[in-house]
């Protein structure tokens, strides 16, 4: 059978969306013919080249100068004068296109391989395209312009033109989601069905659609997405038609309108050769429980969770069902009832005779043989499976800046290699978060050995040495394990992902995580006030989460954080408290960037599961037996009471941390971000100076102590040539000891020098280990 999996837009633009690539390593592992095509690469590409700017301006010009006419004549001038320059510099916009992306792909060796000759001209020309945020950035530059600007015009070219197709053309265009405040809105499907025939859909995606899987041969999907290989796949003679299972991937709202549209392109033109399943995040979360039938247009099944156990039961039953009756669509998998039986974790709409729609529920029986089977089967292949990326370009993905902040730049600043290091979270207790589906608590760590040779193999592969672990948050051992892999071949990977705040997290772990390639974290504060911490079960205090902080500052490591406000519990105060907090962490340099996130009552949080229990009296969401009827996309997201009484903090919030994060407004009284009342905070001014000098009292007087050794007082072996891939000296039977300072110079009057993390050290050679803590000498747990 053939499997056909594609990731419609748009998601970020920088790298693949790594779903595909586990998808992909998991069923060749089968024996089956598979291709993995990232169609949000593909749609950005139609849009901004030369064609596709050309095909833009014929559409929509006349409609900008329509716009400009009545922005003029409502007083806003500069709408309208930016559409009419728009509309007036088209022919530049059309010219500089191709070569303005390829400034953004370098390493891409191609016709237009000499953006970066062209960035010359780019940046100091006067027969160049501007636009808005352009001009905002050059009128804003802090030093003398040069051609190292050029990646940032771009990216900002790239963002006019978006904010372009959006006035003029597309109300839901984005260039990192699509459509999504409709998909989220409490909206019927009909009305969110309707995002599938948006202007950008309709005349690019479609066209690019038809262009990909039906022009030329007369069986596209073979020719299109298998013209590698003539050899059957597995379960098909050679007489048997391609079938191809098309897995479409929805990993956020602002994907499932181009979702909708993929998959009714497939069903509408390919028929019964063709077998359509929606899987990601999106699916997860919001269609859990959907009875919705008019799905049965764009799909045929929906598979939640992981999707392991479930895909492979569903080629198995349409692989005998085909050997059986050579078509792709007939009643296997049939229960004594005559009924299609049900799959783990798989919905599936079926065609009645009468042309009305069944939806098949998922095996809903826990206690079930073959329940537990699949539950074994997908933590077996979750320990083991390698992402396979063998299918992607990197080369072709656009490098963006979207801010000077080093640690916002990661996110779209370099094409890297998405995988996860566990799945799940380990502590998976959070109020807010969902604690009672899979990507939450089905944690299930993988083989890092075996992880990190795939890894290394794809870096290899592909020239891509940056490694993102995404989703939840990376286990403390896992990550040492992972450092001490890269340092044993000679750190070639460098890589970040989400952690967890926590005490693990001591000067020496970080240094060696450091050195083992690590350059960035994230991770969730949420709420920076002791009792905010305790309400939402955090499971962590601040002391812990400024001792990791001050850890990650001290090796090197960049530091972001995620907050949220809006809690059910939240006063003013409670909010002024965390924000005076989170500008400590600032005005001290424990943290790079930020993120305040609204809170959001999900159905599937556990916050919501303890309401249901009589737990959090004071919780009080909004009508929630009449959700279960709600229109499709309402079925996750819960309204409660009070819960539109934080909106109004959200602007100050969000202009401050921006402020904060580029090194402004530090000195600033809270409060007065706001246009508005609000109480000073309670918050002592040297509360996290207070927190980071004891944390520098705990690290000194650990670096102080001299752990037994098996050595005993011979530290030959201490100040010899080892690297931190040897065991230097062994403290006790749980401690390790790694020498991370390089080679050690001998000098005068019998001392030694080295060099560690930009500074020169010296020390008598006979010093005990405690001379060389924090310079150099890490103890492991």
């Known amino acids: 059978m053939n499997i ?89 916009w059309i010219n500089w296109i191709d070569f303005i992306t390829a400034i953004l792909r370098p390493g891409k060796h191609d016709s237009f391989s000499s953006g970066y000759e062209n960035a010359h001209r780019f940046v100091f020309g006067a027969h160049v395209p501007r636009g808005s945020r352009m001009e905002n950035y050059l009128a804003n530059l802090t030093h003398d312009l040069t051609t190292d600007d050029a990646r940032s015009l771009a990216s900002f070219a790239l963002a006019d033109l978006a904010d372009f197709i959006a006035v003029a053309f597309d109300k839901n265009f984005s260039l990192v989601r699509y459509a999504e405040s409709l998909t989220v809105s409490e909206s019927s499907f009909a009305q969110v069905e309707k995002g599938a025939d948006s202007p950008i859909l309709k005349e690019f995606y479609l066209p690019l659609l038809q262009r990909l899987f039906m022009e030329g041969e007369s069986l596209p999907l073979a020719t299109a997405a298998f013209a590698s290989s003539a050899t059957p796949s597995a379960g098909e003679s050679p007489a048997t038609p391609p079938k191809t299972l098309v897995l479409i991937s929805i990993p956020f709202a602002g994907t499932f309108a181009a979702a909708l549209a993929t998959g009714r392109f497939f069903k509408n033109h390919f028929k019964d050769s063709v077998y359509v399943s929606f899987g990601g995040g999106f699916v997860n979360t919001e269609l859990r429980d959907t009875n919705e039938r008019k799905l049965a247009d764009y799909c045929d099944a929906i598979c939640y969770d992981r999707g392991y156990a479930s895909y492979k039961e569903l080629v198995s039953r349409r692989e005998q069902g085909a050997r059986s009756s050579e078509q792709l669509k007939p009643a296997e998998g049939l229960s004594e009832l005559g009924e299609i039986a049900p799959i783990f974790k798989l919905r599936q709409f079926t065609e009645l005779p009468d042309g009305s729609t069944s939806i098949i529920e998922p095996l809903s029986d826990e206690s079930s043989e073959e329940y537990k089977r699949a539950l074994v089967y997908e933590k077996e292949i979750t320990m083991s499976l390698i992402p396979d990326f063998s299918d992607i370009d990197f080369s072709q993905y656009p490098r963006l800046i979207d801010d000077t902040n080093p640690m916002h730049r990661l996110w779209s600043d370099g094409s890297w290699i998405k995988a996860y290091m566990a799945h799940g979270c380990y502590w998976h207790k959070c109020a807010f978060c969902d604690v009672t589906l899979d990507y939450v608590k089905g944690y299930c760590p993988t083989n890092v050995s075996k992880l ?330």
């Open 452 to 781: 990190y040779q795939g890894l290394l193999s794809q870096c290899k592969e592909k020239g891509v040495y940056g490694i993102h672990f995404v989703d939840e948050a990376m286990p403390p051992a896992l990550m040492i394990a992972f450092a001490k892999e890269n340092i044993a071949h000679g750190s070639p990977i460098t890589w970040w992902g989400n952690v967890r705040f926590e005490k693990s997290f001591t000067r020496d772990v970080a240094d060696f995580l450091a050195y083992g390639g690590l350059i960035g974290v994230s991770a969730g504060l949420e709420s920076a006030t002791g009792n905010g911490l305790a309400a939402i079960h955090k499971g962590t205090d601040l002391e812990s989460i400024v001792g990791a902080c001050c850890a990650f500052k001290e090796a090197g490591i960049l530091v972001h954080a995620y907050m949220i406000y809006g809690y059910w519990w939240e006063k003013p105060e409670d909010l002024i408290n965390s924000m005076e907090t989170l500008r400590q962490f600032y005005a001290n340099g424990l943290l790079d960037s930020c993120f305040w996130h609204k809170f959001v009552l999900t159905r599937h949080s556990r916050v919501y599961k303890e309401w249901t229990e009589g737990k959090i009296p004071d919780l009080k969401p909004i009508d929630p037996q009449e959700k279960q009827n709600a229109p499709l996309f309402a079925k996750n997201g819960l309204h409660f009471d009070g819960e539109k009484k934080s909106e109004k903090y959200g602007a100050a919030l969000d202009f401050s941390l921006n402020q904060w994060m580029h090194g402004e407004g530090l000195e600033k009284p809270v409060q007065k971000w706001f246009d508005f009342p609000l109480p000073h905070p309670t918050v002592p001014k040297n509360f996290i100076e207070n927190l980071i000098a004891k944390y520098e009292a705990k690290r000194d007087k650990e670096f102080k102590e001299i752990p037994a050794s098996k050595h005993g007082n011979d530290n030959s072996s201490l100040h010899g040539s080892d690297r931190c891939d040897k065991d230097v000296s062994s403290s006790g039977s749980t401690r390790q000891s790694y020498w991370l300072g390089g080679e050690k110079i001998p000098m005068s009057d019998g001392k030694i020098g080295w060099f560690y993390m930009g500074e020169f050290y010296t020390a008598k050679k006979n010093a005990p280990e405690s001379a060389f803590r924090g310079k150099g000498l890490c103890i492991l747990p």
């Open 4 to 92: 056909l999996i594609l990731q419609p837009p748009i998601v970020q633009l920088n790298t693949a969306y790594p779903s595909g690539a586990y998808l992909s390593a998991f069923f060749k592992s089968l024996g089956h013919k598979t291709r993995w095509l990232d169609l949000s690469l593909e749609l950005y590409y139609e849009i901004f080249s030369r064609a596709g700017l050309t095909r833009l301006f014929s559409l929509c010009s006349e409609k900008a100068l329509s716009l400009a006419d009545k922005a003029e004549k409502s007083g806003d001038e500069a709408t309208a004068f930016n559409l009419r320059r728009y509309v007036a510099q088209k022919d530049l």
